[in-house]
């Protein structure tokens, strides 16, 4: 049987996720979820087959010279790929990929969220209920607006 290609998990990511890598991959997984500096994160790639970043860690073109020939894919778990220099991941033979539309829905919700807490005050009552302030009610008293 061969053997699983070696996958570097940069960030800690749901149980789910690191366990269907696990049955497909030999992982190595970064238990502490810090952002990797530059030099760890090379030295960490120099004998992987695979690399599954989020934003945070930064392929620029020096790093990308330095991570040797064995990296086949950055395969990110992220939308934007401006993390990493795409003309030299492509010299290098380096397939770069993302997640694109994953959070339409997510960013549209929230979008829902930040106008539905702004027109109805919604952080101010949190704040006061928490404080222990919001003991009455008048007709007048928080009227936030409709959306």
């Known amino acids: 049987m061969a053997e699983k290609p070696v996958l570097l998990i940069t960030r800690r ?6 366990a ?3 049955r497909d991959y030999q992982v190595i997984l970064n238990d502490a979820d810090h952002v990797f500096s530059r030099d760890e994160l090379i030295a960490r790639c120099q004998d992987v087959d695979a690399v599954l ?3 945070s860690e930064h392929f620029s073109a020096d790093v990308i ?4 020939d064995r990296l086949r894919i950055i395969a990110n778990h992220s939308v934007g790929v401006d993390h990493v220099d795409l003309e030299a991941a492509k010299k290098a033979g380096i397939t770069v990929t993302n997640t694109p539309d994953v ?3 997510a960013t549209a919700e929230i979008a829902m ?3 539905l807490g702004a027109a109805r005050r919604g952080a101010e009552g949190d ?3 928490r404080a222990g302030k919001w003991d009455f009610w008048s007709p007048a008293f928080m009227v936030g607006r409709q959306v």
């Open 113 to 115: 969220l930040c106008m």
């Open 13 to 18: 990511l749901t149980d789910a996720v690191q």
């Open 53 to 55: 970043p989020c934003h």
């Open 65 to 68: 010279a330095d991570l040797g």
């Open 20 to 22: 269907r890598a696990a």
């Open 127 to 129: 704040a006061m209920v």
């Open 103 to 105: 959070l339409s829905d």
